[in-house]
């Protein structure tokens, strides 16, 4: 099995960030496998998703239909919102196992490997990727 991790930015407020790039630079040329993204935080998930066509809006409002930004939730300290944010992965989840076919994550035409971070207390996001070879 090989492993990497890194780091991403996600900044002081709500975030949806594009890592399909660094996903496809770990797997290219090693062959069929899967290939795991793991976001290790309480408060943030990974989505499979359209980005740039408005999606990410859409998702921001359903999330805020969902999971509103306030303080009535029983875990509260922090920002508004944070205890939202804790209840997140239920629904977003935190881990996600994709096909590698001949070195290449297989995606659909549109999808992207999208961090999806609405906690503004946690400006610096883990990932963990780890490819397991068929062979």
């Known amino acids: 099995m090989k492993t990497t991790s ?3 930015k996600t900044g002081s407020k709500p975030a949806i960030v594009d ?13 069929d496998g899967l290939v795991s993204v793991s976001l290790p935080h309480a408060t943030a998930g990974l989505a499979l998703m359209e980005l740039g066509s408005g999606s990410e809006d859409d998702l ?5 239909f969902m999971l509103p930004r306030d303080h009535r939730y029983r875990h509260s300290h922090g920002s508004a919102g944070h205890g939202a944010a804790h209840v997140l992965p239920a629904f977003v989840v935190p881990t996600l196992t994709l096909p ?8 659909g035409t ?8 609405p906690n503004v207390d946690n ?10 070879t068929s062979g």
């Open 100 to 107: 590698v076919i001949g070195g290449e994550v297989s995606l």
């Open 6 to 8: 890194f780091q991403v």
């Open 19 to 31: 890592i399909t790039d660094r996903v496809e630079n770990f797997v290219s040329g090693e062959g």
């Open 110 to 117: 549109w999808q992207r490997i999208a961090i999806i971070d």
């Open 123 to 132: 400006p610096t996001r883990d990932v963990v990727l780890a490819f397991l």
């Open 60 to 64: 921001w409002d359903r999330l805020e």
